[in-house]
């Protein structure tokens, strides 16, 4: 009896009411007006500027590790000239 009373609660919770109720507004509540593409950035960026943050962010992401090492090993006074 509980094990088919468990079997029921799961068969129901499987494939809630509100999953379908939520697929089927989606696109009436989106106001879908065309189909277009929604960019997330309107208009183009230039070579110079993508090649400038790409350099950016490679160069920071190796020299802070490499940085934030030596300064941590100066500081603890390695290498030690004996």
Known sequence: ???????????????????????????????????HQHYVWEGDFSKGWVKGLSLFVVVGGVGVPVFLLKYQNWKNGFPREE
Do not use: W
């Open 1 to 35: 009896m509980l094990g088919h009373l468990a079997k029921q609660t799961a068969t129901k919770l499987s494939a809630p009411a509100g999953t379908r109720a939520i697929s089927r507004s989606a696109a009436r509540m989106a106001g879908d007006h065309g189909h």
